[in-house]
Every structure is written in structure tokens, then in C-alpha cells.
């Protein structure tokens, strides 16, 4: 009997009770894609690191010695440790792509993933073993033979297999504006197929070495190390990392510029941001959802159980206990959410998971990644559903604690008393439709209250949507008309000379910009958690690559001083006129420098200087970009060139590495439509039914019924107008907050133009007027008999 009550009233109430239903399901499908993918990332991840023995330290230095590393290796929390050297060279027969090269004499830490063909071998002199990735998109195979270019010096080897590295599940060549996997190459290869003597020939030509350095390192070895070890990785027996920082720098006599963890690492960290955003709107989107899905649960059921009120003292005189009444009523709840979160559960891990994966999968290599069902799943399904069991609950328990006999009689009308809008000095000079709406505003706040934080959640996710729209475009202003401005940008060898690289500049009338890896600290003698990995940026100062002040202007350094990105100077608490202290990751000298400005970046910190204050310090000057308004001639004849683009190509590269925004967009609108649907059609139609009686009664009068619905659909839009008041002052804060989620290196502050806030409202309320017209059918067949026999 009771069952088949249920489906009569879910009959009646189907909008109601279909809304909870869908937003359930969309908790549910957005919590499954977004955590999904975080979740099925991590499982994939863990295997990955552990199958390559990933390591839990990097250590940086000019040159390490094999006396360090056995000292090193003795220490009782180290499970293993290995030198090697990483360069990055040219692939000439494949377009000049960048290839970073691992140099290595033993391979136990970071060992390449095996895809194909042999496993890496580091005594082999003749084979180098290249990234899958590259290989597939390269058309190159097994038994290929692979040229490489290095620092003037070009040999070739045979790729002996196909292998994917764990420290760069994110790549992206140095001269790209976005991920191209065909431009960028990881390889293995052997330390001793390394051609050192071509190598040490070149180093000569070139100026950089003379024999008197030879000499002098063939007096402390047998051999002179052309290409020393500057790289010492650890991996330790608890993952301690950092937090043995002291031990390995005793071990190392504090030998060495520079050590990180997995934090630190940009092939890793890059990822690891955008998981943890990941993270973080799947568990908003399902407090968002859940929170308006209880909501209409508590509208609807306290509207329910009152209007059943006579079945209930019924039941109850018959001799049901109220338990079993209340967990009728409550099993609407219950039936409606866990279908909700079923559908949910199917759509976010056969679909929405694997959809988003394979989006990202263009981005980040992490091998066998798949759509993996975690117990989170049904641990926030379960939570889902007591939820809004128990809003039913909350909303049901008055009514049924009334005892049958006073529960058999109608419910008394609720006692009349002046609302406050009625003590506004003007309230007799409102129409009647004011008047009308105002008075029952009053006495439904919950339904009210509801069509406000709704509406108000729409409008926010909508300007997120409208907001993202135009962040591709603002990005690209901000990038490309503010601080790269130049038209052509030259990216440059490292071991390009210094006076060929000016020539070019002066040719071209031209700047040059250094970018380099540095460590920075607000101590001297810091320990690792006292010191930023971040980024140095050496300008010239001729305006064709800027730097913007806090307010996103082109701004100009302060000569003898440097300048600090702010989120960099807002994490270390330095202030403009403090005194920091920093070195190049490559070099063991610290150098001491006062901060001049605080500067904005969008996606890069560290710190920017003049070029002739960075060379007062001593350090040597590597430029690594040419900036001009015109382009080089005779490129392919300067071997010091690697590439160079214009700005309509690195526009458009910028643009398609925003496709992901676009995909946010549609996200966006979609969801905010719904959800403004759902909360509107939910608030009128318990307004209509709320009033049925008192809609009956102005029929009577003569009220025509195009005059209750504007009654009607004028106090929609007036909520939905303190709805839109409310989200728009939230807009910038929380969009600029969710950009700015995907990592520390990320820093915008971006401002909505006001064509996205009209755009936004106009949706909005479009939407609003929308569901209003829903009703109109209703109030046309609105029985005035039937109604008002029940007043009798």
C-alpha cells in the first residue's frame, strides 16, 4: 500500500523529486570525473614511480666525484644512489627538436620505463634509448640510427629501444609556447658513448677551455673530465627526502649548489598542481550540488508531509506506527538520491573519467592509465544520500509527532501579523502585485532563500563560464601585447658565445633575455625549506620583454637592485628594500642582492634584473631568447640558432594549449543552466502549490491568468535579481582563485570585463523567464471548484 503511495506521489511531484534526482546524479558524475581522474592518476603514478625506482632527491653541483658518492651511499637511510649528467642537444634530422640527454655510467635510480626493444644498457657505447612518445610521433623505430647535436659537437647512434622517463610525466620544449611531444626528446645513453674528445676539440675553438686547463685537470685525475658529474640522485629507505638534507650535505661537504625533492621538479610538479585542482573542484562541485539538492529536499517535503497532513492522522488512527509513517516518508529521499548517485557513479566512471583522461593525455605521459573504481566513491555516495535522507528527515519529524486526532482536522491557518516589508514608509504606494509578493516572501523564506542561493550559484557559475571565454584572449594580451612584445623571439644555444650573440642583437635591433633555474633565500646559509626554486629573468631593458607591476601594467626594474615576483615575496614575507640571496642551480656561488619592486607574473616566479647588474656580480652571462621586430637573416648558417617563431605562431600555439578552457566553458553554462532551471522550476512550483488556494481565490475575483502568472513571475525575477546582486561581487575573487589553484607558479589576477557580468545576468535571467513561462499552463487549468472545496 505504501509502495504504491510512493509512486502515486512521485507522480505528482515529479519535478520536485526529478530535481533532486539530478542534481544528485551531477554531484556524483562531476565528483567521479574531476576526483576520478585525480584518483585513477595516482594509482598510475605510484606503479610508474615504483617500476623506475623514482628518487626522493635531487642534488646539483658543479662536478661530484666518486668519493662523494660512495659517501653518500654509506649512509644508513639510503637504499640507492647514482651520479649522472643531463645536457639537452638538438635532433637535426627532426626539425632541430630539443633533446634532453641523461649521461649515465650505472643505472639503479630513475630508470627509463621499458616500452620496446632492449632495456637500457649504460655500458653500451653505440645505442641511445629515446622517449616512446617522441618516437611515435617521429616515425622512428628500433635499429633506427638517431643523430644528436650538442654544444658544437654531432654524433650519431643507434636507438636501441623505446623508453618513457618518470621525471618528465610533463614536457615541453624550451621554444614552445604548449605541449608539442614531437619537439621534445628524452634520452638515455651511456656516459662513455659520449663523444669527449670531439667535445673537448670544440670547447677549445670556442674559447672555453685552454690547456692550461687541461693540464690542471689531468694533474688531479688520469683523465680530463670534459663532462663532469653534476647530478647526484638519491632514493631513501622511509622517503625522508629533504628531511636528510643535513646528513647528505655533511657527506658532501657541503659540495654542491642545490637540492630538491619531488616538489621541486617540473616534469612532476606541473602535474601534481593540476591534480590537486582537480581535487579541489570535485569536492566544491558536490558541496555545491548536494547543498541546493538539500535544500528542495527540505522545500518539498515540509510542503508534502503538511499537505498529506489528513492521510497521515489517518494512517496514524489505523494503527501505523509513526515510525513506519516517517520512514515512508523519508524513503522518498532515500530512493530519489541513491538512484541519483547510481546514475552519478555510471556516467563519471565510464564516461566523464576516461573523457577528461584522454583530454590530458596529450599533456602528461604516465603509462598505463586507466579509469580505476576507488572505495572514495562509495564513501561520498554514502554521504550524498544521508544527507539528503536526512534533510527529509529534519523537514518530516514536526508534522509527525501531531497526534491523529488533531492531525484528522484540517491545520490551522497560520496567524496573521504585519511582515516587515509592511513597515516600509512607502509600502502603500506599491501596487498590488507588490504588496502580494512581498507578504508571501515573507512567510516562505526557506522557498525564498532557496531561489536566492540557487540563482546566486548559477550567476557564479556562469561568469566563471563567461569569464573563462575571455581569459584565453586576456592571456594572450597579457603574454603577447604586454611582456613578450617583440615579433620574432630567437631562442638560443647555451654554448653560443657571447660575442656572436650580440652581433645578432645589434643586427636585428634587438634584446636579449637570460632564463635560468635559481635557488633564492632570505637567509644566508639556508636550509631547503628556507630556499624557493624559481626562476631568474635578465633583462636589457629596451621594452621588447617586459615586466608588469602589480596591476598588469609594463613596468621598468630599478637599476643596482632586483626584482621579486609577488607570490614569491608573499610566501618568504620579503618586502621592497629587504635583502635576498641567490645562485644559478648549476653553480655553487651565492650572490647578495636588494629587492627594488615587486612584479607580477602570471605563470613564471623568481626574480628579474638588468643585465648590467647581473654581470657586476661576476656570474656568467648565458642569454637564452633574442627578442626583435625583425627577423634574423641566414639562420640555418648560425649553428647558435635553434629556433625561431613569430608572434602569430606563438599566439596561436597559446591558444590551442587553452583548448582545456574551452572544454570549462561549456562545463560551466551547462551546469550553472541547470542548476538555475532546477532551482527556479523547484521554487515556483512550490509557490504555485503553496498559493493553489489563494491563486483559486483571485480567479474568482475576475484575476485573469495571464495576470497570476506575471503575479507569479514577477517574484521570480525579483529573487533571481538579489541572486545575480549577490554572485556578481564574488566573480573575480573566486574565478581568480580558481585559476590560480593549479599551482604555486601561477599567478593572475585577472578582471572580468563588464560584458561578461551583463552577458552573464542576461543568461541568467533569460533562464528565469524561462521557467516562468512553465507555469503558464498550469494557472490556465487551474479547477477553481476543486481547489476551494477543501476551504469549506
Request: aromatic share 10%; with cysteine.
Amino acid at each position: 500500500m505504501l509502495f504504491r503511495k510512493m509512486l502515486r506521489d512521485f507522480r505528482k511531484n515529479f519535478g520536485a523529486f526529478f530535481s533532486v534526482f539530478l542534481l544528485s546524479a551531477l554531484a556524483m558524475t562531476l565528483f567521479c570525473t574531476f576526483e576520478g581522474h585525480v584518483l585513477s592518476q595516482n594509482v598510475a603514478r605510484e606503479a610508474y614511480h615504483k617500476e623506475c625506482n623514482l628518487s626522493d632527491v635531487w642534488v646539483y653541483g658543479e662536478g661530484f666525484s666518486e668519493e662523494q658518492l660512495e659517501k653518500v651511499r654509506d649512509l644508513d637511510f639510503v637504499q640507492s644512489v647514482q651520479l649522472r649528467t643531463t645536457i639537452t642537444g638538438t635532433a637535426p634530422d627532426c626539425d632541430g627538436a630539443q633533446v634532453d640527454i641523461f649521461l649515465e655510467n650505472e643505472n639503479t635510480v630513475n630508470t627509463p620505463y621499458y616500452i620496446s626493444g632492449e632495456k637500457f644498457d649504460p655500458s653500451d657505447k653505440d645505442g641511445v634509448w629515446i622517449a616512446n612518445a617522441f618516437a611515435e610521433r617521429r616515425n622512428l623505430h628500433v635499429g633506427d640510427r638517431f643523430t644528436i647535436e650538442y654544444d658544437g659537437v654531432t654524433f650519431t647512434k643507434t636507438i636501441k629501444g623505446l623508453t618513457e622517463s618518470a621525471e618528465y610525466e610533463y614536457r615541453q620544449a624550451d621554444g614552445d609556447a604548449d605541449t608539442y611531444l614531437e619537439n621534445i626528446a628524452i634520452v638515455y645513453m651511456s656516459m662513455d658513448g659520449f663523444p669527449a674528445e670531439e667535445y673537448v676539440q670544440h670547447l677549445f675553438t670556442q674559447g672555453k677551455i685552454s690547456i692550461v686547463d687541461v693540464i690542471a685537470g689531468l694533474a688531479s685525475s688520469d683523465q680530463y673530465d670534459s663532462m663532469p658529474y653534476t647530478q647526484m640522485i638519491i632514493r631513501t629507505k622511509d622517503n625522508g627526502a629533504l628531511e636528510h638534507e643535513d646528513e647528505i650535505a655533511e657527506a658532501l661537504d657541503h659540495d654542491y649548489s642545490a637540492m630538491i625533492d619531488r616538489k621541486s621538479v617540473p616534469g612532476l610538479a606541473r602535474l601534481d598542481s593540476e591534480l590537486d585542482q582537480h581535487q579541489s573542484f570535485s569536492y566544491v562541485f558536490v558541496v555545491i550540488f548536494v547543498g541546493i539538492a538539500v535544500l528542495v529536499i527540505a522545500t518539498t517535503m515540509n510542503r508534502m508531509v503538511a499537505k498529506q497532513r489528513t492521510q497521515i492522522g489517518t494512517l496514524n488512527a489505523l494503527g501505523m506506527k509513526k515510525w513506519k509513517a516517517l520512514l515512508h516518508y523519508v524513503s522518498f529521499s532515500l530512493v530519489v538520491s541513491v538512484l541519483g548517485v547510481s546514475v552519478g557513479l555510471l556516467l563519471g566512471i565510464l564516461w566523464g573519467c576516461p573523457t577528461i583522461m584522454s583530454v590530458f593525455g596529450a599533456w602528461y605521459i604516465v603509462p598505463d592509465l586507466h579509469s580505476v573504481f576507488h572505495p572514495m566513491y562509495l564513501v561520498i555516495s554514502l554521504v550524498v544520500v544521508l544527507v539528503c535522507v536526512l534533510s527529509a528527515y529534519l523537514s518530516c519529524r514536526k508534522i509527525l509527532r501531531i497526534r491523529p486526532a488533531e492531525a484528522l482536522r484540517p491545520a490551522p491557518p497560520r496567524q496573521g501579523k504585519r511582515c516587515l516589508f509592511e513597515k516600509l514608509p512607502f509600502w502603500k504606494k506599491l501596487s498590488f502585485n507588490s504588496q502580494y509578493n512581498l507578504r508571501d516572501i515573507s512567510r516562505a523564506k526557506l522557498r525564498a532563500f532557496m531561489c536566492v542561493v540557487g540563482t546566486a550559484v548559477g550567476m557564479l557559475m556562469m561568469m566563471y563560464g563567461t569569464g573563462c571565454g575571455s581569459l584565453v584572449s586576456t592571456m594572450v594580451d597579457l603574454n603577447f601585447e604586454r611582456t613578450a612584445v617583440a615579433e620574432y623571439q630567437t631562442k638560443l644555444s647555451s654554448d653560443a658565445k657571447l660575442s656572436d650573440v650580440d652581433a645578432l642583437a645589434d643586427s636585428v635591433d634587438g634584446e636579449l633575455v637570460m632564463q635560468d633555474a635559481v635557488e633564492i633565500s632570505k637567509v644566508k646559509n639556508a636550509s631547503s625549506k628556507e630556499k624557493k626554486k624559481e626562476t631568474i629573468t635578465v633583462l636589457e631593458g629596451e621594452h621588447l620583454y617586459n615586466i608588469l607591476d602589480l596591476n598588469n601594467k609594463v613596468t621598468d626594474l630599478v637599476p643596482g637592485t632586483v626584482g621579486l615576483s609577488r607570490k614569491l615575496a608573499e610566501g618568504m614575507d620579503i618586502k621592497v628594500g629587504d635583502t635576498i640571496y641567490w645562485h644559478l642551480y648549476s653553480k655553487n656561488t651565492w650572490y647578495k642582492a636588494k629587492v627594488g619592486m615587486i612584479y607580477r607574473c602570471s605563470d613564471t616566479q623568481g626574480i628579474a634584473m638588468l643585465r648590467e647588474d647581473y654581470e657586476e656580480t661576476g656570474a656568467e652571462y648565458t642569454p637564452t631568447l633574442l627578442m626583435s621586430n625583425q627577423k634574423p637573416e641566414n639562420t640555418k648558417d648560425k649553428d647558435y640558432i635553434i629556433s625561431v617563431s613569430s608572434k602569430p605562431d606563438m599566439e596561436k600555439a597559446y591558444e590551442n594549449s587553452m583548448s582545456m578552457v574551452n572544454l570549462m566553458v561549456y562545463m560551466m553554462i551547462g551546469f550553472s543552466s541547470i542548476m538555475i532551471i532546477v532551482v527556479l522550476y523547484n521554487s515556483g512550483s512550490l509557490s504555485f502549490n503553496e498559493r493553489i488556494k489563494e491563486l483559486a481565490t483571485l480567479k474568482v475575483m475576475g484575476f485573469r491568468s495571464g495576470r497570476i502568472r506575471q503575479i507569479l513571475s514577477v517574484q521570480n525575477l525579483w529573487l533571481s535579481l538579489v541572486g545575480i546582486v549577490i554572485g556578481i561581487p564574488l566573480g573575480n575573487v573566486s574565478l581568480n582563485a580558481m585559476m590560480n589553484s593549479n599551482g604555486e607558479n601561477f599567478d593572475y589576477m585577472l578582471k572580468l570585463p563588464m560584458i561578461d557580468y551583463v552577458l552573464s545576468g542576461i543568461l541568467v535571467m533569460a533562464v528565469s523567464m524561462l521557467v516562468s513561462f512553465m507555469f503558464s499552463k498550469r494557472i490556465h487549468k487551474l479547477d477553481m471548484v476543486e481547489v476551494l472545496k477543501g476551504c469549506e
